[in-house]
Nanobody, 120 residues
């Protein structure tokens, strides 16, 4: 079971990027999915989360600019990032709580990060 994040890159201020997160393996169900980021010299922080019931939370710093979504059938999560700022520069990680086939309980999985650099 793994999460694979992609879509990072270099973008100018004001630009947009769309990050994707693919879950693969013997997954019975995906509970919540989230995006975190860690900028240079900063601790990892929650950017956005979409819960099992569809409720969504955003960090104040990205409200109105970022949109999180998920496609349960495809086991995909997305983070659409618009109006990017230099301070959005960070490694972005996808995270999910998942139920695994044949294993009781819910497990916390993290993908490898994808680097987003916002610079002119």
């Amino acid at each position: 079971v793994q999460l694979q994040a992609s879509g990072g890159g270099l973008v100018q201020p004001g630009g947009s990027l769309r990050l994707s997160c693919e879950a693969s393996g013997s997954i019975f169900s995906i509970k919540s999915m989230a995006w975190y980021r860690q900028g240079p010299g900063y601790q990892r922080e929650l950017v956005a989360r979409v819960s099992t019931d569809g409720s969504i939370n955003y960090a104040d710093s990205v409200k109105g600019r970022f949109t999180i979504s998920r496609d349960n059938a495809r086991r995909m999560g997305y983070l659409q990032m618009n109006s990017l700022k230099p301070e959005d520069t960070a490694v972005y990680y996808c995270q999910a709580f998942m139920v695994i086939r044949g294993r009781p309980g819910t497990f916390d999985y993290w993908g490898h990060g994808t680097l987003v650099t916002v610079s002119s």
